[in-house]
T-cell receptor, first 110, second 110 residues
Framework: KAGVTQTPRYLIKTRGQQVTLSCSPI?????VSWYQQTPGQGLQFLFE???????NKGNFPGRFSGRQFSNSRSEMNVSTLELGDSALYLC?????????FGPGTRLTVT | AQRVTQPEKLLSVFKGAPVELKCNYS??????LFWYVQYSRQRLQLLLR??SRESIKGFTADLNKGETSFHLKKPFAQEEDSAMYYC????????????FGKGTRLSVIA
């Protein structure tokens, strides 16, 4: 089975721009979660989608949004980028409570 | 509030020595507990979960509800165990997001 894939793997953006990250879950997995990983804060939950509906949301500003498509693929969008948004963004898919992580997208905001 | 605490940022042990990575949690109810591991240049992956009661790669973890702890142990450390280890919890139904500790970097010295 193919693992979770994320595109792009690396991204450099300028403050004020917006960015869209993509995640393809493992086939058959309907739940997709997003996490932000930084050296200071560690792994922080952003949101989870299940069958195209947002099921859980973390404590992040409204600039962070996401969606899930009927094929379970998910995208997250960050608008009006800030320097502090520089991080590794991880996507994970799951069937039950075990989550399978993708390699991440490294976002650098300059 | 849900919280996972890993008190050690870095743990260095000699090859063949016992290893214990500490994890304490705060959760009102009965959470599901996990240990995730991230080897160098690899994606985050599940090491073990308390409900399975398995030993993976020689590691075990016992849930102590009285002390609200889920420490990870291995009797004899190997060099290939060097990695970043994250303790995490979720609600019992699997419908709540993972809450991660900040991680402990294990370094096994030859």
């Amino acid at each position: 089975k193919a693992g979770v894939t994320q595109t792009p793997r690396y991204l450099i953006k300028t403050r004020g721009q917006q960015v869209t990250l993509s995640c393809s879950p493992i086939s058959g997995h309907r739940s997709v979660s997003w996490y932000q990983q930084t050296p200071g804060q560690g792994l922080q939950f952003l949101f989870e989608y299940f069958s195209e509906t947002q099921r859980n949301k973390g404590n992040f500003p409204g600039r962070f949004s996401g969606r899930q498509f009927s094929n379970s693929r998910s995208e997250m969008n960050v608008s009006t980028l800030e320097l502090g948004d520089s991080a590794l963004y991880l996507c994970a898919s799951s069937l039950d409570t075990e989550q399978y992580f993708g390699p991440g997208t490294r976002l650098t905001v300059t | 509030a849900q919280r996972v605490t890993q008190p050690e940022k870095l743990l260095s042990v000699f090859k063949g020595a016992p290893v214990e990575l500490k994890c304490n949690y705060s959760y009102s109810g009965s959470p599901e507990l996990f240990w995730y591991v991230q080897y160098s240049r690899q994606r985050l992956q599940l090491l073990l979960r308390h409900i399975s009661r398995e030993s993976i790669k020689g590691f075990t973890a016992d849930l102590n509800k009285g002390e609200t702890s889920f420490h990870l142990k291995k009797p004899f450390a190997q060099e290939e165990d060097s990695a970043m280890y994250y303790c995490a919890l979720s609600g019992p139904s699997g419908n709540t997001p993972l809450v991660f500790g900040k991680g402990t970097r294990l370094s096994v010295i030859a």
